[in-house]
């Protein structure tokens, strides 16, 4: 099931500055969503090739263990996908062409 926050449903102008492999994690964490419900539900975690490479309840500690790695991981707040915080991080992700 795709939730309303998608890059699917963002606009083409905005949608081509993001990385294909922030795209294809993206994927990846919509596939194995009902997994990571299980463990994780209500953390913030970074897919990073079909992996969890971060988690926890702090996003910028999240984040900032994304950028250690230097990858272009999905990262989602696990159940919560269209709070408004997610909203506007990926709106502003994309914007700054951080993806």
Not at 2 to 9: D, G, I, K, T, Y
Not at 12 to 23: A, E, G, S
Not at 51 to 72: I, N, P, Q, R
Not at 80 to 92: A, G
Request: neutral net charge; charged residues 30%.
């Amino acid at each position: 099931m795709r939730q309303l926050l998608s890059s699917e449903n963002l606009p083409l102008t905005q949608k081509k500055h993001l990385h294909k492999d922030f795209l294809e994690n993206e994927r990846l964490y919509w596939r194995k969503r009902e997994q990571f419900l299980k463990q994780y539900k209500g953390q913030w975690i970074a897919v990073e090739d079909g992996k969890v490479v971060a988690s926890g309840d702090d996003l910028f500690e999240v984040t900032d263990e994304v950028g250690k790695l230097g990858c272009h991981a999905y990262i989602a707040r696990v159940g919560k996908e269209d709070s408004l915080v997610s909203s506007i991080l990926l709106t502003s992700w994309v914007s700054a062409g951080v993806c």
